[in-house]
Each structure stands twice: as C-alpha cells, then as structure tokens.
C-alpha cells in the first residue's frame, strides 16, 4: 500500500509509536509519506543541528519524511502551544493535499497537538481512508488551569470531528473506547491497540556502576519515577508519601516539567530528605537507571480523561522487567493489577501510596525480580511492537476494503 502518516512529533523525538510503525511498514515493502514538524520537543526548541526551512524532504527505503514549519516556543502554557499547533496545521493543509495526494490510506497519530492539522487535511484530502491513533480524549478544561476554557473547548471540537469522520479508530486503553463511543463513534469503527515502546532501547539491562551511583546512597528500596513532572503526573502525592517514610524508602524522581518547582519547593517544606532529583536523561540511559532502582513509580491524577489512559512509560518499564508501584486509576491501575506486574493504589492517595511504599520495601528480592518477569511476559504477548504494527496493518486494509463500496457508489451515482 501507499501509506500517508501524520504525526505532530517524530523521531528524532521520542516519538515512539509513529516513528517504529513508519519504519516497520515501509521494511514490510510499503510506500510511506510522514507529514510532521521539526523536532523540539521537550524544550520547545529547534534540536541542534536542525534549522526550520520550507522544503526538508528525507528518503530511506520506501520511508519519505516531509517536515513542516511550526512555531516553536519554550513556553509550557496554553497560548503558546496553541500557536505551535495552529502554525502546525497550517503547513500541514499546505502541504498536504500535494505530498500525500494518491495514499491508498492516512494514519494519524493523534494527541491534542495534531487535532487542528488532522481536521484541515480530512477536508483537503476527500474521501481518502482514514485510521485515527487515539492515545487520550482531551478534557473540557486544560488540566495545567493556564486556560478559562475556550481553546480547550476548541481543541476537544476538533478532535471530535476527526474522531466522527475516521474510517476506523484505534484507541490504546479499554476504556478510552468507551470514551470515544460516547462523543458520538460508531462502536464498531472503534479498535483496541495497546501501545508499544521503543524495544531497541528499552530491553532488560543490568545496572552499571555509574547508574547505582546515581540512583542509590545504599540498599535502602529505591522507587524510581521518571519522566515529565507536570500537572497530569501529581507528583506532589508521591513527595508526600515519601515524607512518611524517612528511613524506609528513598524516591528519586528523574525529569523535568512545569511542576518542577512546586514539587521542589514540597520536598524542602516537608524536609523530605529521601526525596531527590536527578536532571532529564537520555533514553539511551533510562534500561540502566531502571536497573538500578527497585521498582519504578507510575503517577496520573483523578481526573476523568486519565482513567481511559495508559502513560506510555508503562510500556517501557514492562519491556525492560522491572516491577511497578502505580499511583493511578482506570486502565492504568487495571493494566497492572491484570499482569501482577507490581502494586497499585488510588491516585491522589498519598497515605495508600506511602503503605504502598512500604510494602514495596518489604517485598524479598526475589518476588520483586518475579514481578519484573510477569510484566515482561505480558509485554511481549500483548504490546510488542510486532503485534502493534500487525493490528495498525490490518486496520489500514481494513479502512481501504470499507472505502471501495462507497467509492463505487459514489461513481455508479
């Protein structure tokens, strides 16, 4: 097949999803156009060595990359991701109709930020199939407060009439189906997709040196959380937690994120000294640091659109066989609890996740390592990025045979 996919991120991002299945498709014998942007993302920043121009086209064996100009900005708050994704969508209808113009089918992975590029190509390009990679619903109100409503409202308006005018849809947790139904999808358009990770990188590892020294003072239990600090993640519960348990735990929290002071700030109020923090790392190094932790710490709040969401730092930590403790609700907490894979507790719970902490540190080594191995196992069976890519396969013939009776139609009309 002719593939187009669009995708607001992408490697050299850590764009997992899309960027393995434009590589595995097009190493399957297909023909694959990515529309996406220059890479800045988390800093909001052009990477070094990348300069945003008009015309930026890559070719690698039947893989074409066109980039597109979007405004790029080191401001986390709404406007200014507001004018990274208009901007976005604007190159994109410019661009689009011509570059990816004789697609047997689109995919589009979509988060928030290509809803408003998504919907402008569904009217440029027709009747064209289309598959919607729908990892999570985007809330009435922005979750981070920076919005009084109306662009939030915008966004989630555009993300329903691409979700209403998709060939099918594939979600990434079993609830967010539901949620989808519910903004008014036809249920039998709707596919369940677990997401996958980046398995060149994250696989089982043994710990260096040079990560134990890092993660651990000694061999008191160490929970690990890594990733953006910000305002989904509710990392201020886990400060919380951990202040209850001065000498039986230390949590080291690896990233960075808007919430990053206020978390901070919680740690020295608190004076929670087995709280510590360790500056964003490459994922090249994150196989290692897991490793050298004993269990690594899952966090969403409770809110509504996250219980239909699985963070895509769970799929990392299982394939790599390390045990989990997860402060989260819905598909998250059901995910772990379904593969024993760790422990679980309602979010925002800060007293159920310091007795969480705690038994985590009594459990003997060798049940944690048996955690590790479930999780694993569970991995490879039901997210691994060849099951992924067959089911997006099967999805993009799947939306072609289901156009061609309308395309009949239509011509015999």
């Known amino acids: 097949m002719r593939i187009g996919i669009l995708t ?16 595995e498709l097009a190493a399957r014998g297909h023909e694959v156009r990515v ?8 800093g909001g920043h052009a990477y070094p060595g990348w300069r945003q121009r008009w015309r930026h086209e890559t070719h690698d064996r039947g893989l074409t990359v066109r980039r597109v100009l979007r405004y790029s900005t080191g401001d986390d708050g709404m406007r200014g991701r507001m004018a990274s994704w208009l901007s976005f969508a604007g190159s994109a209808a410019l661009v ?4 990816l113009a004789g697609v047997d089918a689109l995919y589009v992975y979509q988060p928030p930020a290509a809803a408003f ?5 569904l009217r440029l390009l027709g009747r064209v199939p289309v598959v919607l990679h729908v990892p999570d619903v985007w809330p009435e109100q922005a979750v981070d407060g920076s919005d009084d409503g109306r662009w939030a409202a915008r966004v989630r308006a555009a993300m329903i009439r691409t979700y209403r005018s998709a060939t099918l849809v594939a979600v990434t947790a079993p609830s967010l189906r539901d949620a989808v139904v519910a903004l008014g999808v036809d249920p039998d358009r709707v596919r369940l997709v677990l997401n996958w990770t980046e398995e060149r990188i994250f696989q089982p590892k043994t710990a260096s040196a040079a990560a134990r020294r890092l993660v651990r003072r000694d061999e008191r239990c160490v929970v690990m959380y890594a990733g953006t600090i910000g305002a989904r993640q509710g990392l201020m519960t886990a400060v919380r937690a951990a202040a209850a348990l001065p000498g039986t735990v230390d949590v080291v929290l690896v990233g960075s994120g808007a919430d990053e002071p206020r978390v901070r700030g919680l740690a020295a109020e608190l004076r929670a000294d087995n709280v510590r923090f360790v500056e964003r790392r490459s994922p090249l190094d994150m196989p290692e640091l897991y490793a050298a932790a004993d269990y690594q710490l899952v966090m969403l709040r409770d809110l509504p659109e996250l219980h239909s969401s699985v963070p895509a730092k769970l799929p990392a930590v299982l ?11 819905g598909d ?3 995910l772990v609890e379904r593969t024993r894979a760790g422990l679980s507790c309602p979010p925002e719970d800060w007293a159920s996740l310091a007795d969480r902490f705690w038994l985590a540190a009594h459990i003997p080594p060798p049940a944690r390592v048996e955690m590790g191995r479930r999780g694993r196992e569970a991995y490879l069976r039901e997210m691994s990025l060849p099951a992924g890519v067959d089911r997006i396969e099967r999805l993009l013939r799947e939306s072609v045979a289901a156009a061609r009776p309308e395309q009949q139609r239509i011509k015999l009309s």
């Open 35 to 42: 529309l996406t942007g220059f890479p800045d993302y988390p």
């Open 8 to 23: 607001y991120h992408f490697p050299p991002e850590p764009a997992f999803i899309p960027g393995s299945l434009a590589e």
């Open 332 to 334: 998250t907490a059901a």
């Open 96 to 99: 689009g109709r011509r570059y």
């Open 117 to 121: 590029a998504t919907a402008a190509l």
């Open 319 to 329: 394939s790599c066989g390390v045990p989990v403790v997860a402060s989260a609700g």
